[in-house]
């Protein structure tokens, strides 16, 4: 009877997905990696970055650190560091003295058009129709508010331009 009773759990807590003993004291320490790559994407998000040299930093393979990344955060590595990215240039772009080739290699991107593609896909629009729009939406805003308010949201259906009249 015990035996069955002891199998029975153990079934019940793997079907709950409840990690055996002593699982949860290394996905503790797989969460404290985890978090220290979020925490150097966000510190060196201007330097080239890529899963391996972030994965080699915490002893962990390039796709390893990609599937718990993408578990623990909902977004690829690469995903995280791109978003970074974009809320930097964001911030520069509503500043307005920067030009758009200026503010995506002062963000890190080493392709201008892979920037742009990526920044119209989070935000909407392209770069410099937010460049020479966001100035006047977010003016008199403190650059606190601001920032939440213009935050990229992945995930999030862009909007739909309005159809100009030819």
Do not use: W
């Amino acid at each position: 009877m015990c035996l069955l009773t002891s199998f029975s759990l153990s079934s019940l807590r793997s079907a709950a997905g409840v990690p055996p003993h002593g699982g949860s004291t290394q996905h503790l320490r797989d969460l404290a990696r985890l978090r220290r790559v979020r925490d150097r994407i966000d510190r060196e998000y201007e330097q080239p970055l890529d899963v391996e040299a972030l994965g080699r930093g915490v002893h962990m393979s390039a796709g390893h650190l990609s599937r718990e990344f993408r578990l623990a955060y909902g977004e690829s590595p690469y995903s995280y560091l791109m978003t970074r990215r974009i809320e930097r240039a964001m911030a520069l772009l509503r500043r307005g003295d920067l030009g758009v080739t200026e503010v995506c290699f002062a963000v890190g991107c080493s392709s201008l058009g892979t920037f742009s593609s990526r920044f119209t896909e989070l935000v909407g629009i392209p770069p410099s129709t937010y460049r020479r729009d966001a100035a006047r939406a977010t003016a008199g805003m403190p650059p606190c508010v601001a920032k939440q308010v213009t935050r990229p949201i992945r995930n999030r259906p862009a909007p739909v331009a309005e159809p100009q009249p030819a």
